[in-house]
Each structure stands twice: as structure tokens, then as C-alpha cells.
């Protein structure tokens, strides 16, 4: 389980206000499936919330440990049925540039457009 500052947990609390919850836990508990999607989630946005249905009170702070233990993320934040989590994604400098290389540039829609796009390339050199 990582461990956050105080002042890196505020700034993660507050980025995570506006987040809607991606992953919900409801009667069946933590099963696997549940736990590769709060996974993959995390891969993907570094920081999620959770909702959690119908568990109890003393069971959401074993639930918190547990998931942070099982996925190796930072607890943020627990307010009522809301968990927040973190984990940060390692950074791959060569995926991001070959991502980049790979994209294609848009081709104008219409000669208009197409003219206006050269206009501005002229004036630029």
C-alpha cells in the first residue's frame, strides 16, 4: 500500500471533487472481476472513485485496506459510500512517443479549408 503526504493527499482530493464513480461494489463484495476492472481503471486515469451498495459501516474500512493492499494504490479518501484511490501509472517515455509518431494528421474537409490551412502556414514562415 502506498503512503501519500498530507499535502499530496489534499491535492488528490481535491482533483478527485469533480470525478464521477467508475467502478460500483455492491452485494456480492469484492469478487475478481471487480477487482481487474478497479485495476484497469487505475491504469487508466491514475485516480477513480468507487460507490459502494448496501456495506455496511464497520466492512468499508476492511474493504479500503484490502483493495489498496490487493492493487498496491493509495487510499485518498472515504467519505460515506465513496471510496477514493490512486496509483501512479510508471511512465513509458518510448509508448507515448511512438503513440505520437503514429497519429495521423487530419486532412482538410474541404478546399476552403484546405486553402486556409496553407494561408496560415505562409504566414507563419
Given at each position: 500500500?502506498?503512503?501519500?503526504?498530507?499535502?499530496?493527499?489534499?491535492?488528490?482530493?481535491?482533483?478527485?471533487?469533480?470525478?464521477?464513480?467508475?467502478?460500483?461494489?455492491?452485494?456480492?463484495?469484492?469478487?475478481?472481476?471487480?477487482?481487474?476492472?478497479?485495476?484497469?481503471?487505475?491504469?487508466?486515469?491514475?485516480?477513480?472513485?468507487?460507490?459502494?451498495y448496501g456495506i455496511e459501516r464497520e466492512d468499508r474500512e476492511a474493504l479500503f485496506a484490502e483493495i489498496?493492499?490487493?492493487?498496491?494504490?493509495?487510499?485518498?479518501?472515504?467519505?460515506?459510500?465513496?471510496?477514493?484511490?490512486?496509483?501512479?501509472?510508471?511512465?513509458?517515455?518510448?509508448?507515448?512517443?511512438?503513440?505520437?509518431?503514429?497519429?495521423?494528421?487530419?486532412?482538410?474537409?474541404?478546399?476552403?479549408?484546405?486553402?486556409?490551412?496553407?494561408?496560415?502556414?505562409?504566414?507563419?514562415?
Amino acid at each position: 500500500m502506498t503512503e501519500l503526504a498530507p499535502a499530496q493527499r489534499r491535492a488528490l482530493r481535491a482533483a478527485a471533487h469533480h470525478l464521477n464513480p467508475v467502478v460500483s461494489i455492491s452485494q456480492k463484495g469484492l469478487t475478481p472481476s471487480v477487482l481487474a476492472e478497479i485495476d484497469r481503471c487505475l491504469k487508466a486515469h491514475e485516480l477513480i472513485k468507487l460507490r459502494l451498495y448496501g456495506i455496511e459501516r464497520e466492512d468499508r474500512e476492511a474493504l479500503f485496506a484490502e483493495i489498496c493492499g490487493a492493487l498496491n494504490c493509495a487510499a485518498v479518501q472515504h467519505i460515506g459510500n465513496l471510496l477514493v484511490l490512486w496509483r501512479e501509472n510508471p511512465k513509458d517515455v518510448a509508448a507515448q512517443e511512438s503513440a505520437l509518431a503514429s497519429r495521423r494528421k487530419a486532412a482538410p474537409a474541404t478546399k476552403k479549408q484546405a486553402a486556409a490551412r496553407t494561408e496560415a502556414r505562409n504566414r507563419k514562415r
